[in-house]
């Protein structure tokens, strides 16, 4: 699940990181353990770019991204109950923000992860709407 994977172009715009967060807060399993996500479409790895939008590395053919926001997502626990869930305020996305902060330290030099952090909080002031 390296980064390099993923080709440039499309959504896949400067910096990316994997997708690795909990889920969102109503989501039935209550449990607040971050974990990676896979594209429920291909089954593969989801990466995050700095602008907040979701891709794998099918993003440029068969699959693609969206915006942080937008996404649903669906862990062990409700797939069994075929339920979905979205991220609904701002400070359940900043909670699942600050995990994919942590995973990004692990990954990027100390100037990308500052460009990253200050890019991503941007654009999610930016683009969130309600
Ligand atoms: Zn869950
Ligand atoms: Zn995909």
């Given at each position: 699940?390296?980064?390099?994977?993923?080709?440039k172009?499309?959504?896949?715009?400067?910096?990316?990181?994997?997708?690795?967060?909990?889920?969102?807060?109503?989501?039935?399993?209550?449990?607040?353990?971050?974990?990676?996500?896979?594209?429920?479409?291909?089954?593969?790895?989801?990466?995050?770019?700095?602008?907040g939008?979701?891709?794998?590395?099918?993003?440029?053919?068969?699959?693609?991204?969206?915006?942080?926001?937008?996404?649903?997502?669906?862990?062990?626990?409700?797939?069994?109950?075929?339920?979905?869930?979205?991220?609904k305020?701002?400070?359940?996305?900043?909670?699942?923000?600050?995990?994919?902060?942590?995973?990004?330290?692990?990954?990027?030099?100390?100037?990308?992860?500052?460009?990253?952090?200050?890019?991503?909080?941007?654009?999610?002031?930016?683009?969130?709407?309600?």
């Amino acid at each position: 699940m390296s980064v390099s994977s993923v080709p440039k172009g499309g959504l896949n715009q400067g910096v990316i990181v994997p997708l690795i967060f909990q889920c969102p807060g109503d989501c039935e399993c209550k449990s607040s353990q971050p974990k990676t996500w896979y594209h429920a479409k291909c089954g593969d790895p989801s990466f995050i770019t700095e602008f907040g939008d979701i891709l794998c590395k099918n993003h440029l053919k068969e699959c693609s991204g969206y915006f942080f926001q937008d996404a649903f997502f669906q862990c062990q626990m409700s797939n069994k109950s075929n339920t979905w869930y979205q991220y609904k305020s701002q400070t359940f996305l900043l909670l699942a923000l600050s995990f994919v902060i942590n995973a990004a330290e692990f990954i990027l030099e100390n100037n990308d992860l500052n460009n990253f952090i200050n890019q991503i909080l941007k654009q999610v002031h930016k683009r969130w709407h309600n």
